[in-house]
């Protein structure tokens, strides 16, 4: 197995549990340049996207250019390796904003992200790579299976950056308050790491090339709800502070999305329930702090 990384060497310092497994070969490079492999692959997977809002408003251009010219490059080393199945992992981001009156974002919805907001250079770039994957699938030079993916919780979450479920447990492992920097009224919906993986494999083995499959949990959850289950299941019951006040008759944001492709095509199902991904996330922190 082939892992492209920029850096082996901390690569190693991160997953000294990878990168020990004799299996594991690292490949020094960078995903916007052309890619020197062995020229045979029996699959690829393509996560290679910063997922960091502050890099995403501070460099849009860099952002887009990272997405797109990344996936030109793996479709590059697809095409050279006999056409490979390959899997893509894009972003609910590519439908934009979720209209008030839906509930579940479904794979053919007709939303999108405002073209003209430069704040929406990831969700453009992914989906343009959505594009040259559809592409590259219909002219045979790859089998492309593109993942949408949601929100998660689970280890390795960072805990100091933008995700809300992580920067939540931070403040419940220090013992409170759970800050809500805003009103708590958008809606979420989240998915444990290891289901993520089951998901995973099984888009790139049974998935249907060309084809897009939203990966997450449909079980909707406010943020204000969130933060108070957090403060129980990690907190022990620590105080939360909702910092913001809804504006009366202004429908809540959703982000949630419809899963029943991926689980009557690919017979996929959620295996770990919210308050136990919590649970098992706080645990993790707790062992390597």
Same mark, same amino acid.
């Given at each position: 197995?082939?892992?492209?990384?920029?850096? /082996?060497?901390?690569?190693?310092?991160?997953?000294?549990?990878?990168?020990?497994?004799?299996?594991?070969?690292?490949?020094? &490079?960078?995903?916007?340049?052309?890619?020197?492999?062995?020229?045979?692959?029996?699959?690829?997977?393509?996560?290679?996207?910063?997922?960091?809002?502050?890099?995403?408003?501070?460099?849009?251009?860099?952002?887009?250019?990272?997405?797109? #010219?990344?996936?030109?490059?793996?479709?590059?080393?697809?095409?050279? %390796? &006999?056409?490979?199945?390959?899997?893509?992992?894009?972003?609910?981001?590519?439908?934009?904003?979720?209209?008030?009156? @839906?509930?579940?974002?479904?794979?053919?919805?007709?939303?999108?992200?405002?073209?003209?907001?430069?704040?929406?250079?990831?969700?453009?770039?992914?989906?343009?790579?959505?594009?040259?994957?559809?592409?590259?699938?219909?002219?045979?030079?790859?089998?492309?299976?593109?993942?949408?993916?949601?929100?998660?919780?689970?280890?390795?979450?960072?805990? #100091?950056?933008?995700?809300?479920?992580?920067?939540?447990?931070? #403040?419940?492992?220090?013992?409170?308050? @759970? @800050?809500?920097?805003?009103?708590?009224?958008?809606?979420?919906?989240?998915?444990?790491?290891?289901?993520? !993986?089951?998901?995973?494999?099984?888009?790139?083995?049974?998935?249907?090339?060309?084809?897009?499959?939203? !990966?997450?949990?449909?079980? %909707?959850?406010?943020?204000?709800?969130?933060? #108070?289950?957090?403060?129980?299941?990690?907190?022990?019951?620590?105080?939360?502070?909702?910092?913001?006040?809804?504006?009366?008759?202004?429908?809540?944001?959703?982000?949630? /999305?419809?899963?029943?492709?991926?689980?009557?095509?690919?017979?996929?199902?959620?295996?770990? /329930?919210?308050?136990?991904?919590?649970?098992?996330?706080?645990?993790?922190?707790?062992?390597?702090?």
């Amino acid at each position: 197995m082939e892992v492209l990384t920029r850096d /082996p060497a901390v690569f190693k310092a991160r997953s000294p549990h990878l990168t020990g497994a004799s299996c594991v070969d690292l490949l020094q &490079g960078d995903v916007c340049e052309p890619i020197a492999t062995t020229g045979s692959a029996d699959a690829i997977f393509h996560a290679a996207t910063p997922a960091s809002r502050e890099f995403n408003e501070q460099s849009p251009r860099l952002m887009v250019d990272t997405i797109v #010219d990344g996936m030109r490059n793996v479709l590059s080393v697809a095409a050279a %390796a &006999g056409q490979p199945r390959l899997l893509f992992t894009s972003s609910g981001a590519v439908y934009g904003r979720q209209p008030s009156e @839906v509930t579940h974002l479904v794979e053919d919805s007709m939303t999108a992200p405002d073209q003209m907001s430069v704040g929406n250079a990831y969700h453009e770039g992914k989906r343009l790579a959505e594009l040259l994957g559809a592409i590259a699938t219909d002219e045979g030079a790859a089998d492309v299976v593109t993942g949408r993916l949601f929100a998660f919780v689970g280890p390795h979450l960072p805990i #100091d950056a933008h995700y809300a479920v992580g920067n939540f447990i931070r #403040d419940a492992l220090a013992g409170g308050p @759970v @800050v809500v920097e805003g009103d708590g009224s958008p809606f979420r919906s989240y998915q444990y790491a290891a289901d993520l !993986v089951v998901w995973m494999l099984a888009l790139l083995v049974r998935g249907e090339p060309g084809r897009a499959y939203n !990966v997450g949990s449909q079980d %909707a959850i406010s943020i204000a709800d969130l933060a #108070d289950l957090v403060a129980r299941v990690v907190g022990d019951g620590v105080a939360v502070d909702v910092r913001g006040t809804p504006v009366d008759g202004q429908p809540a944001e959703r982000y949630i /999305p419809d899963c029943q492709r991926a689980e009557v095509e690919l017979h996929v199902r959620n295996s770990v /329930p919210l308050a136990e991904a919590l649970a098992r996330t706080a645990t993790w922190h707790r062992l390597i702090s």
